[in-house]
């Protein structure tokens, strides 16, 4: 069972699936295909095309034909619900979901791409999500050398200090009574 947006939902019995999800206490309660979790955008990149891997994975291997038609009836109608929850996700920007489902969109152009080519499907997804933690890694060292280049450029050449400089003491003025007093 998984926790998710306030909600207790469990990965749906026998579909082999973590995406695929029920509610927990309820008998009736829609199937949602493609029940991720919420996170940042790139990160959603990353579970979107884990998601592509597992759906290809579970084809090949076969758990999906004991689903007794409430999930779907075979692995084509299957592929077509999980599609239109990727799309509701996408297009809706449902719960901070948006990342997964573009990165599970763009694994599957990729592997369509790959496939025609004649890649096989776990090559090109371990070559997509190798793509994408560079791009991540990437993206995270440009990142801190714009911190550091932007600490740079704030930081003033000379070091400037913060303490309070001590009141000047003035002269005392000269009067008449003093100068005359000098002069005597």
Not at 75 to 97: N, P, S
Not at 126 to 140: K, S
Not at 146 to 174: E, G, I, Y
Request: charged share 25%; proline share 5%.
């Amino acid at each position: 069972m998984i926790k998710m947006d306030s909600k207790t939902r469990e990965c749906y019995p026998g579909a082999g699936l973590p995406f695929i999800t029920t509610a927990a206490s309820s008998d009736t309660a829609p199937i949602n295909h493609f029940d991720v979790q919420r996170q940042e955008y790139c990160d959603g990149l990353t579970t979107g095309m884990h998601a592509v891997y597992r759906l290809m994975f579970a084809i090949e291997t076969g758990p999906l034909k004991d689903f007794g038609g409430e999930v779907a009836e075979d692995e084509d109608e299957l592929f077509r619900y999980v599609v239109e929850d990727v799309i509701k996700a996408m297009v809706d920007g449902i719960d901070d979901r948006r990342g997964a489902a573009v990165g599970f969109l763009c694994a599957m152009s990729r592997l369509l791409r790959d496939h025609a080519m004649g890649k096989p499907w776990r090559e090109s997804m371990m070559d997509a999500i190798a793509d994408d933690n560079n791009f991540a890694l990437g993206e995270y060292e440009s990142s801190l050398k714009r911190n550091a280049d932007l600490v740079k450029a704030v930081t003033p050449a000379q070091p400037v200090s913060l303490a309070v400089a001590p009141k000047a003491t003035k002269k005392p003025r000269a009067t008449k009574r003093a100068t005359a007093g000098a002069l005597a």
